[in-house]
């Protein structure tokens, strides 16, 4: 998470918080986190770092594809229109 933003400090106080809630977490939250950090460093270098090949060519996107983004979307907006959905 750089450059450092509210969202790192964010992320710290809740690992450390989920360390005093139980000793166990810790080795839960460090895997997800070595897990998350491998994958965004993964992401990072192969688009920012690797020359694109001429012949990788995008596909266009299918209704099926639409259908799923916005099956995904309107729960989301529910969720942020009105908070109390949730409990």
């Known amino acids: 998470a750089l450059p ?3 969202n790192l ?3 710290l106080l809740i690992i450390i918080s989920t360390f005093n ?9 460090g895997a997800a986190t070595l897990i998350t950090t491998t ?8 688009t920012q770092r690797t020359n694109t ?3 990788k060519t995008l596909t266009p996107t299918q209704t099926r594809e639409h ?14 229109a009105c908070p109390t959905l949730m409990f």
Do not use: C, Q
């Not at 994958?39 to 192969?46: A, P």
């Open 53 to 55: 090949k001429p012949n």
């Open 21 to 29: 809630w139980n000793m166990t977490t810790i080795f839960l939250t």
């Open 4 to 6: 450092p933003t509210i």
């Open 9 to 11: 400090l964010g992320e």
């Open 67 to 80: 259908l799923l983004m916005v099956l995904h979307l309107i729960p989301l907006m529910l969720l942020i």
């Open 39 to 46: 994958y965004s460093l993964y992401i990072f270098i192969t």
